[in-house]
């Protein structure tokens, strides 16, 4: 369709802040990627109806559909919007179709495992790399094998230099946001960069670039890697643009392909975006958000029921390696899978802490982070007899 006959309605609520205490980054991203959103559709030509309150999604759509008629959406990622929007769906007032920022679907992940758990990683891999033709060869995987997670373990030394990620312009709409949740929502924890907050379509492709250029050469070799002298070492952090919409999988994965890249790290940037990313949100799918593996309720299999330590919140425990982490969260927003699972989960497993408590705590802290990509982590892995080798993975 031509812009000038398209509309889009977007909603603005301060519903979804008083969920939980979300990251002031992570709101001021949301936020300010929508608001550009408008604009640069606007410039298109086209219509926006941009609805700001402080009713639900569905509360607010209520009243579009009510002006406007029927609307048509995407199926929503996450489990929580889907819910809030049940009624509205139910009634003919959202018609919803697929997403289509997904890679996969439901058809491939019924036929991976046809008699429903385990979900493994590895089969669900294969898969899809063979359905999709990428990395393969004759039908069998480029450099004769599907996986380099072997090669990917490297211990970080210094060298190469990690790179630092670039300081994004500052703009009117980015100034306005960071003033709205500096004074609604000063309650929340983190702290609030507006210079590395990507959410124009401008942030967006220079933050990939830089990590096309910069973090992808020697990503594989040191994807499992830690070190207290880079936070992120040479993860592309591209997994908040991907998980907002504002980057498409299938093009940063062929952006990789096109790349002259070492196979470790093409393969591992792909593994992480064709086959972890899409097979966790089709487990928390599946299990309606984890609501019907246990009869009891979502599952705890160590029964764990301790609160999260003060230490998760900023409170010195004099564990170096879990206070180094914490703050990096609390300044940033972002930290890599290794650090997520080797040190907050680990520690938090031989805490006792509930999971569901983890969980939360996940989603409020990161910026790319939202129940379909946290809770397979969290409690999945509490979960083992029915997820086994979901990873916790980032890129």
Not at 125 to 133: C, E, H, I, K, Q
Not at 196 to 208: C, I, K, V, Y
Not at 233 to 258: E, K, Q, Y
Not at 364 to 384: F, K, Q, T
Request: glycine share 8%; hydrophobic share 40%; proline share 8%.
């Amino acid at each position: 369709e031509p812009p000038e006959r398209l509309g889009i309605v977007l909603v603005e609520t301060t519903w979804k802040p008083r969920q939980r205490a979300y990251h002031k980054q992570k709101l001021a991203m949301v936020l300010a990627s929508l608001r550009h959103f408008a604009l640069e559709q606007a410039a298109r030509g086209v219509a926006i109806d941009h609805r700001v309150g402080e009713q639900s999604y569905g509360a607010l759509l209520r009243e579009v559909v009510r002006e406007r008629g029927p609307l048509r959406m995407m199926k929503a990622a996450e489990y929580e919007l889907r819910t809030d929007l049940a009624g509205l769906v139910a009634e003919g007032g959202i018609d919803v179709l697929p997403n289509e920022t997904w890679l996969t679907t439901r058809a491939q992940f019924d036929a991976t495992f046809p008699d429903g758990p385990p979900w493994r990683m590895d089969r669900f891999y294969r898969r899809v790399r063979r359905d999709s033709g990428i990395l393969m060869e004759a039908g069998k995987p480029v450099g004769g094998r599907l996986s380099f997670d072997a090669e990917n373990r490297r211990p970080w030394r210094g060298e190469p230099p990690a790179p630092t990620p670039p300081t994004l312009p500052v703009d009117d709409v980015k100034q306005e946001v960071a003033r709205l949740v500096e004074e609604r929502f000063a309650e929340h924890p983190g702290r609030l960069d507006v210079a590395s907050l990507p959410s124009s379509r401008e942030d967006a492709e220079r933050l990939w670039r830089w990590a096309l250029e910069e973090c992808l050469p020697a990503f594989g070799p040191y994807e499992d890697a830690m070190s207290t002298a880079s936070r992120g070492l040479f993860h592309t952090r591209a997994s908040a643009l991907l998980n907002n919409g504002r980057l498409l999988p299938r093009r940063v994965i062929d952006d990789v392909l096109a790349r002259d890249l070492p196979l470790p790290s093409q393969e591992g940037f792909v593994r992480q975006v064709l086959g972890w990313r899409e097979l966790v949100r089709h487990v928390h799918e599946q299990t309606d958000g984890f609501r019907t593996l246990a009869p009891s309720g979502r599952p705890n299999h160590l029964e764990a029921r301790d609160p999260l330590p003060p230490a998760f919140w900023g409170e010195p425990s004099g564990l170096h390696c879990l206070d180094h982490v914490v703050s990096d969260v609390w300044e940033t927003g972002y930290g890599h899978h290794i650090t997520r699972l080797m040190v907050l989960s680990n520690l938090a497993t031989l805490l006792g802490v509930d999971p569901e408590a983890l969980s939360d705590w996940f989603w409020i802290a990161y910026v790319d982070a939202y129940d379909w990509v946290v809770e397979p982590n969290v409690l999945g892995m509490r979960s083992e007899e029915h997820t086994s080798e979901l990873q916790s993975r980032s890129v």
